[in-house]
C-alpha cells in the first residue's frame, strides 16, 4: 500500500523545483547539459538499488544482442530487447516503472533470454 502524501512537503518541493528550473533558464543550454550531467553522475553513485537494476537491463540487453546508446530508456530497451528475442518484458518494465516512479516494491530480476 502507498504511503500517504504529505501535502505541505509535496508543495515545497514543486516551488524548490520551479526556482531550479527558472534558475537554469539563465543559462546557455550548453551549461545546463553540463550541469545535467553532473546531477545525472551523482544520482548513479548515490542510487545503488536503481544503478543496479539498470545495470542489469543493460546487461541483459547487451547479451540479447540489442546495442545501447546514452539515450536509451528503460522502455526503449524493453521493446528492443522483446522484438529481438521473444520474450514480454511488459509486466516486468510495468513493476520496474511502478518502483521507480510511484514507491511500489522492488520488481523481481530481468528474466534472462533462452539460449539460441
Do not use: K, Q
Amino acid at each position: 500500500m502507498a504511503r500517504p502524501r504529505n501535502d505541505l512537503l509535496d508543495r515545497l518541493l514543486y516551488a524548490a523545483l520551479r526556482v531550479v528550473a527558472c534558475v537554469l533558464h539563465c543559462f546557455p543550454a550548453n551549461a545546463n547539459l553540463i550541469t545535467a550531467r553532473l546531477i545525472g553522475n551523482l544520482l548513479y553513485l548515490l542510487d545503488a538499488r536503481h544503478r543496479r537494476r539498470a545495470d542489469e537491463l543493460v546487461e541483459l540487453a547487451r547479451s540479447a544482442g540489442v546495442r545501447v546508446g546514452p539515450s536509451d530508456t528503460a522502455a526503449t530497451l524493453c521493446r528492443a530487447i522483446s522484438a529481438r528475442t521473444g520474450l514480454d518484458l511488459a509486466r516486468e518494465l510495468a513493476a520496474y516503472e511502478s518502483a521507480r516512479f510511484g514507491g511500489g516494491p522492488p520488481p523481481p530480476p530481468w528474466p534472462r533470454p533462452p539460449a539460441r
